[in-house]
């Protein structure tokens, strides 16, 4: 069960419930009744009846059931000539008396097979004038929810002697959601539900992507800013009319839910406390402001900071996780204290050991992340990266590039070290990033997160990075496809599948890791024994843990399984078996393949061969992790070779960080660093190019792609003077000589380019490098592609425009002829070396 908010923690001692059913929920579109929708209903009150709830029901859909039996009657009855003329409308109250007697026959059989007993009460609005007759339906209803029989109310049409628009004049009730409000205050009622066609009241029409959902109506706030769209396709007043007599029955001491007819269960979950529908209460007012911000204003919020993130410089993003880190190790004994309470209460509350092992933040553990965000930092800028580089026809250039992709929804349980690690590669990517971490580390959560978003300027914002408190508002952030770009939900398959069936968001998911190591007949034991205890009790609750071992079937025989399992059993890991494998080693049998232990457990299975074990691996493993103790090895999304699986991680990988690790089979698989939360885009660069139907353009489609690479073996073996263009991602190598005349520079710009595969294109600005070209090729055993051109400093302003083109970089472009990123920075001025020329060359 959900934790219960403030404002729905009077749902524990509801008795007492009327329900009322409007037409849009009884009916189909085309008239008829909805026979699922309302099996469905009657199965929850059947089930709230066992409870020991009191439930009333007011049903609608009596007047629109007849006209539809009443249209198909006529046109039977109707001769050729009577259907060509103009077809009058029905009577409404002969609809009503038509439609009642069905409409009740159905809810008795559909109750009847449930072995729920029901009853029909028809009134007016006149009868309620009656004292009698409100004492007498009181003693009534007292008598049938006694005997635990189902009420069914529904107003009296085909007698009431009211006209439309169904306004009473005496204000008792004027439609079915009038009525059920009078009922509850009649009949004392402890909640009243008023099912539509639609989740609850918006602040807009619900096909308007803009509205959002009303958790809790403030009169005070939500009546000005609400606009009410179309009404209901049947029925007569819509979600004003429910709003009206919400209302009307809050503030007389009734609570109120509007909320869909068409969701399951949607009725139980309303009485579990979930945040389902809209609420009215009387103190609603009391609770207005606990700061709750909606969920696409969040989100909008984490794209608008995301883009003022983008827009720094690549060391000002860079400094931003150097703060963290600083704040990280300065709070340190804050985290610990708020983790400690949460490690406290989730031993209190009984949790698995498992859970609160990953919950734990165990000493050091702040340090290390701090190190690694540092090392995140340090690593190459990832946005705006040049990918590939294409010439279209001549002065037609097009770029892709990398760039972040929005905003992120990142729903994560138990570790809150994670946040830590997504929060970083969210800012080192430039995403915004909403996270919802699991309940039992909200202290833990709540402190890191704060933590992290003090560290972020004012420049970008704080809101970067939004906090979900409560997991009722995951529904609603899944609905906003508009302002939230990729959700990755990190838990249970289970978890995963429900997100990916509830939106519209591309999820990445990072489900139940069940990690399979196999050991092939092949394999040395030796190794394979200190392997698989690594994978299994080096920390057994991480996703990376191994949770099934797959052994060929010689090494029953030849005794290295039993080595295997004797090793396993000495560290205290509990083995359960497959088919085979129980039989032979004698242990419990596994409840399922795809159990996900996290404990010092694990599944032992035989298998015939390697291609077994893969059969077994792609049937039961989730494609997450495989080790593979053989010759030869397969493709996963991550396999290890004669390794642990406990080096299937982000940091250990060399990626920083990992926001989790993807079984997808879309755009990232494995552990998904900075890399995985990119996306691209397509710059074309012109000079006034027209497209005309394609005449007197000559497409060249030339790949230029220029990419920086190092030569480092080279630069020392040629002694030449080695410095780097930080800025521009370019690797320069100078020397310098001496002629009669003046000074030459030779300049190797270093370079890789997509069109040669596993070649080296060296851009060479010297007078003589016929000695250089013949060392590089000398130490490389890669072919070399020389592109030799030569340059004096009489003529180096007509030469620099040219060097400027061929030297570009990610994100950078064509450098500015004045730039000091040229990468200069070990000159020697004192020599009139080459950088100092350079610089005085471009300054004059």
Known sequence: MSDLDRSRAFFNDVKRLIIKVGTAVVTRADGRLAL???????????????????????????????????????????????????????????????????????????FSQLDVTSAQLLVTDRDFKNKDFRKQLDETVQSLLALRVIPIFNENDAVSTRKAPYEDSSGIFWDNDSLAALLALELKADLLVLLSDVEGLYSGPPSDPRSKLIHTYIKEIHQSEITFGDKSRVGRGGMTAKVKAAVNAAYAGIPVVITSGYAPENIIKVLQGERVGTLFHQDAHLWAQDKEVGAREMAVAARESSRRLQALSSQDRKKILLDVADALEANEKLINIENEADVAAAQEAGLEKSLISRLALKPGKIKSLANSTRVLANMDDPIGCILKRIELADGLVLEKTSSPLGVLLIIFESRPDALVQIASLAIRSGNGLLLKGGKEAKRSNAILHKVITTAIPDTVGGKLIGLVTSRDEIPDLLKHDDVIDLVIPRGSSKLVSKIKSSTKIPVLGHSDGICHVYVDKSANIEMAKRVVLDAKVDYPAACNAMETLLVHQDLVHSGGLNELIADLRIEGVTLFGGQRACKELNIPEAPTFHHEYNSMACTVEIVDDEHAAIDHIHQHGR?????????????????????STRFC??????????????????????????????????????????????????Y???????????????????????????????????????????????????????????????????????DIRSNVLRHHKTRVKFVPCTFHFDNIRNSFPLIMEMITAPGVGSIPIKSTGFGFNERSSKSGGVGGLMDRKANE
């Open 649 to 698: 991680d982000g940091a250990r990988f060399g990626l920083g960080a990992e926001v989790g690790i993807s079984t997808s089979r879309i755009h990232a698989r494995g552990p998904v660093g900075v890399e995985g939360l990119l996306t691209t885009r397509w710059i074309l660069r012109g000079c006034g190019q027209v497209v005309n139907a394609d005449q007197g353009v000559i």
């Open 700 to 770: 060249t489609h030339k790949d230029i792609t220029i990419c920086a690479v190092s030569l480092l073996q080279s630069a020392e073996k040629l002694r030449v003077k080695r410095v780097r263009a930080h800025d521009v991602g370019v690797e320069i190598l100078t020397t310098e000589e001496k002629t009669k005349d003046l000074v030459v520079c030779n300049l190797f710009l270093l370079f890789e380019s997509s069109d040669w595969t596993h070649d080296v294109s060296i851009v060479s600005i010297a007078h003589n490098c016929g």
């Open 623 to 643: 494609h997450q992790k495989t080790m593979m103790l053989l010759k030869s090895f397969y493709v996963n999304a991550a396999v290890f070779h004669n390794a």
């Open 36 to 110: 699922g929708r309302l099996g469905a209903l009657c199965e929850q009150i059947k089930d709230l009846n066992s409870l020991g709830y009191e439930v009333i029901v007011v049903t609608s859909g009596a007047v629109g059931l007849g006209r539809q039996r009443l249209k198909y009657r006529r046109f039977v009855n109707s001769s050729f000539s009577d259907l060509q003329k103009p077809q009058v409308d029905l009577d409404g109250k002969a609809c009503a008396a038509v439609g009642q007697n069905s409409l009740m026959a159905l809810y008795d059989t559909l």
